[in-house]
């Protein structure tokens, strides 16, 4: 077999280094360190997961596709500004990517490779859109040069999984190195909750456990409406609970915390003694939006794919989507502000298979509080997307 899955995918990188780093103002040392650390990060949390039902398919799906071969890259490659301004199909198919790998854990993985390579959370977020289709593409190389399988391709990714330790950014290789008593502990957990995980020898799978470790400890950003992740972020986190499966009506299954939207937006749906009123709004908490922009973040897929999937299981559902703001600034911008963030949700969902007839969305601007606005937290908590119920 030709090369190494790591060698091959390594080998992509420099072809965007350098228009990155002019495009990020940045030198392009710091940035091929952020790009390695970053695919890393995507080739162990794929590593880490091959195990599971139906995720190696759908990578091969998405590698085998001649829109995502190689040779397609040269136009992510060539013209990296106007990718990252416009949004192309290339890095389009890098969020997707991403959300597949590490769903609401995005934010925990954007902070590690910033803090690895020293950017920022918006420019370790622009980095990693870059990186994904690019790992796309070494993985694609890789199965087209060796005539690979998905079961040859899982195999290759877990017999790879010790040599990308030195390659993880900090914040994963401790974890790795560090195996100690809670990773036993998930492991026990994850043993007596689940039998879709088929571990091999006990070493390799002491390493792929300590990254599920890592992925599944933070539960998911809140929608801190532009700002990065704080105290209060981080709080909001914990307090979604543990995450459990649940079954729809359709035979849909999804993977939702204990507090989380998703279980209360459920259990008002499927109690028939809850009216639908004015007044019963649910606050989305796993939402991210870029500073000062109405464009959802990545790692925002998890949660909108949740609702959409519950909204085509209860077909008679309708609701509206409201926007919110802190006090600071403009009212009028804030409020403009509000309305796009809210109709983009919207869109979101009517993309992913809603019927546009069942919702509808309003900005409210900083009417409306949650939150005490003289405070850095209130304000967080001012800054929300949230749905109310207006059929049943």
Do not use: C
């Amino acid at each position: 077999m030709a090369a190494s899955i790591i060698d091959t995918v390594m080998g992509f990188l420099p072809q965007v280094a350098g228009p990155l780093a002019a495009e990020m103002g940045e030198s392009s040392e710091t940035v091929q360190r952020g790009l390695e650390g970053g695919a890393a990060a995507m080739l162990s949390g794929l590593a880490a997961k091959v195990d599971e039902p139906g995720v190696l398919s759908q990578i091969m799906g998405l590698i085998s596709n001649p829109a995502n071969t190689p040779s397609a890259l040269s136009g992510l490659t060539s013209n990296v500004g106007s990718a990252l301004s416009g949004g192309s199909a290339l890095t389009d198919l890098g969020g997707r990517f991403m959300s597949t790998l590490f769903g609401s854990r995005m934010g925990a993985v954007r902070d590690a490779v910033g803090q690895f390579s020293g950017l920022d959370a918006n420019k370790a977020s622009t980095l990693l859109t870059l990186a994904a289709p690019l790992v796309l593409g070494g993985l694609s190389k890789f199965a087209g040069e060796n005539h690979v399988t998905a079961a040859g391709l899982a195999s290759t990714l877990k017999s790879e999984t010790p040599s990308l330790q030195g390659l993880l950014p900090a914040g994963f290789r401790n974890i790795f190195t560090g195996a100690s008593g809670a990773v036993t502990g998930v492991v026990a957990q994850t043993a007596a909750t689940t039998n879709k995980w088929l571990w091999p020898v006990v070493l390799l799978a002491a390493l792929v456990l300590a990254g599920l470790w890592f992925f599944n400890r933070a539960k998911g950003p809140v929608q801190e409406a532009g700002n990065g992740m704080g105290s209060a972020a981080s709080s909001a986190m914990s307090a979604l609970g543990d995450f459990f499966k649940t079954k729809l009506p359709n035979g849909t299954e999804l993977n939702i915390p204990q507090f989380g939207i998703e279980n209360k937006l459920l259990k008002f749906i499927q109690d028939s003694s809850k009216q639908v009123d004015d007044t019963t709004w649910f606050n989305f908490d796993r939402l991210l939006f870029d500073t000062g922009q109405a464009t959802l973040q990545p790692s925002s897929e998890e949660q909108l794919n949740n609702i959409a999937e519950i909204l085509k299981a209860y077909p008679n559902v309708h609701m509206k989507l409201g926007g919110y703001t802190d006090n600071t600034g403009d009212p009028a911008a804030n409020k403009v502000l509000s309305e796009a963030r809210a109709k983009n949700v919207m869109d979101a969902l009517v993309a992913k298979g809603v019927d546009t007839s069942r919702l509808e969305s309003e900005g409210y601007g900083d009417q409306h509080p949650v939150g005490d606005n003289s405070t850095e937290e209130g304000r967080a908590q001012n800054r929300r997307i949230a749905l109310r119920v207006t059929q049943k």
